[in-house]
């Protein structure tokens, strides 16, 4: 069964540090879809990264990186230079159907940054 | 280009009853699905409708269902409501294709009495 662990319930960092939240994932199937949601206070879930399982480069969005390691069924989000606004919650999740539209999402990090 | 919009934001009833959540996706999204979101287990997927049909279903009981319009929009229905219930339920979109990233609306809370 598919599977996604989140295992830093909260961490804290500096404002302009770079950060990893960590993911690691379960799925027996070659074709998925990993992405990362970021939760604030006010409840939205705003996309931020997407891998595909075919992809041979790590993807990137602005200060948003996702180190894929696919042997290691790892797909973690380095934030680099935080700032205050990125305090949230942070979501790993996986598509798991052949549609890719289900996500299976993990337990979330909780992300403090102080100035 | 407007997001996803999820109406009404909150609700408040009480058990036994029934409650129609609405959702409105991203123009030319055709995929919609939704989610539930509770402290105790986190999100989980409710079901995902593709061009007016059901397209795939989570782990939910049968009083949860939803349909799709013409248009894209969607409903979520939930009866015989339950204190369990009582959640934040939220609507994605996307554009149906696999592995594209799903857009969220704001959600709706759900209280029960």
């Known amino acids: 069964a598919q599977k996604i662990t989140q295992t830093q319930p909260g961490m804290f960092v500096q404002e302009k540090e770079a950060v990893t939240l960590d993911c690691t994932y379960d799925?027996?199937?070659?074709?998925?879809?990993l992405f990362w949601y970021k939760q604030p206070s006010s409840g939205e879930m705003i996309f931020l990264i997407y891998?595909?399982?075919?992809?041979?480069q790590n993807a990137t969005e602005g200060r948003y990186s996702l180190n894929f390691q696919k042997a290691r069924k790892s797909a973690n989000l380095v934030i680099s230079a935080s700032q205050l606004g990125d305090s949230a919650m942070y979501f790993c999740a996986m598509s798991y159907d052949q549609a890719g539209t289900a996500l299976i999402f993990g337990k979330g990090t909780t992300l403090s940054v102080s100035s | 280009k407007a997001g996803v919009t999820q109406t009404p934001r909150y609700l408040i009833k009480t058990r036994g009853q029934q409650v129609t959540l609405s959702c409105s996706p991203i123009s030319g999204h055709r995929s919609v699905s939704w989610y539930q979101q509770t402290p105790g287990q986190g999100l989980q997927f409710l079901f995902e409708?593709?061009?007016?049909?059901?397209?795939n279903k989570g782990n939910f009981p049968g009083r949860f269902s939803g349909r799709q319009f013409s248009n894209s929009r969607s409903e979520m229905n939930v009866s015989t409501l339950e204190l369990g219930d009582s959640a934040l339920y939220l609507c994605a979109s996307s554009v149906g294709q696999p592995n594209q990233p799903q857009h969220f609306g704001d959600g709706t809370r759900l209280s029960i009495l």
């Open positions: 409708y593709f061009s007016e049909t059901q397209r």
């Open positions: 891998q595909g399982s075919y992809d041979q």
């Open positions: 799925t027996s199937d070659p074709s998925y879809g």
